[in-house]
């Protein structure tokens, strides 16, 4: 009769255990349903005391997703740049850029219960301006694919890492008189050797 006890005993610890691991498990990750903010913040200074060259930049990036299963999101996103180079303290260019666009997250492979790795495709347009007075205006146009990667600190708060585009594709043309704009293709099939070499950092919160 003790052995019995004591078996069933054991059968309810470790069916508790189990199901307290799942539990701790569906914490961290997405489910159906879920929304998440997403974005980066990335500011550069610099000053050239060779070329007497200041330079200065600011860019954050949005974005906001909807779960329409575990692994799958969708979401727009926009962009937001600013910066300023001045030289021997005088001369002043500025630009200025805005961007918007929708995406496609998929992810396929999950490190644990926090590690979560995606693939993202989207596109953006947008447009940027160069100079002061008399400004050059480019609108902007591309298409790509990436990876990246979430890391969820607690169940509702991660840091993304971009790691990387596969594929990009980009189209630019300026409202100067004569310019038939210009397109480029880029396909990075080496990326996982080197994709640590740039990384983006940003924050997720998930509703």
């Known amino acids: 009769m003790k052995k019995i006890i004591l078996t069933v005993a054991a ?5 508790f255990a189990n199901a307290q691991d799942k539990k701790e498990s569906k914490g961290f990750g997405f489910s159906k349903g879920d929304i998440f903010v997403e974005g980066s913040l990335t500011m550069n200074s610099t000053n050239d005391k060779n070329t007497e060259v200041k330079t200065s930049s600011m860019n954050f990036s949005p974005k906001a997703g909807y ?19 001045t030289t021997s303290g005088t001369d002043t260019n500025k630009t200025s850029s805005f961007n918007v666009g929708a995406f ?5 492979l999950e490190l644990g219960q926090r590690f979560k790795t995606y693939t993202e495709f989207g596109f953006n347009v947008g447009s940027e301006k160069v100079g002061v007075g008399s400004t050059v205006t480019t609108n902007t146009f591309n298409l790509g694919a ?13 840091i993304s890492f971009g790691l990387g585009n596969v594929i990009n594709y980009g189209t630019s043309k300026t409202d100067m008189s004569g310019d038939k704009g210009s397109s480029d293709m880029n396909v990075n099939l080496n990326v996982f050797n080197n994709f640590f070499n740039t990384p983006t950092f940003g924050a997720l919160y998930k509703f």
Do not use: E, I
């Open 67 to 85: 779960l329409l299963s575990d692994k799958f999101a969708v979401g727009l996103n926009l962009g937001f740049g600013s910066g300023k180079s």
């Open 146 to 158: 990436g990876l990246g990667m979430n890391y969820f600190v607690t169940p509702k708060v991660a």
């Open 11 to 15: 059968v309810f610890v470790l069916g």
């Open 104 to 108: 496609g997250r998929y992810y396929f």
